[in-house]
């Protein structure tokens, strides 16, 4: 499963500390982040694992960060 989140991380430092912490608790997930998007995304994989979203929103709030779900926008052509 992967799951792209929206945050307002906006240092290395920052996505490296918070990616340290999902980690410890998930360290069977892979985490990574593109700070040079607009919407500074954190984008996580578990591969055959069900991802805790409630637990990872928790992670980054608990360091004073925004964190959101992006959904996925799926275009619909009209013909």
Same mark, same amino acid.
């Given at each position: 499963?992967?799951?792209?989140?929206?945050?307002?991380?906006?240092?290395?430092?920052?996505?490296?500390?918070?990616?340290?912490? $999902?980690?410890?608790?998930?360290?069977?997930?892979?985490?990574?982040?593109? &700070?040079? @998007?607009?919407?500074? +995304? =954190?984008?996580?994989?578990?591969?055959?694992?069900?991802?805790?979203?409630?637990?990872? $929103?928790?992670?980054?709030?608990?360091?004073?960060?925004?964190?959101?779900? &992006?959904? @996925?926008?799926?275009? +619909? =052509?009209?013909?």
């Amino acid at each position: 499963m992967i799951e792209v989140y929206k945050t307002n991380i906006l240092k290395k430092k920052q996505a490296k500390e918070t990616k340290k912490q $999902i980690k410890n608790k998930f360290p069977n997930y892979c985490v990574d982040f593109d &700070l040079d @998007d607009c919407d500074h +995304i =954190l984008r996580i994989d578990t591969y055959n694992e069900a991802l805790d979203n409630a637990a990872i $929103i928790n992670i980054v709030q608990k360091q004073d960060f925004d964190i959101e779900i &992006l959904m @996925d926008e799926i275009a +619909i =052509l009209s013909v």
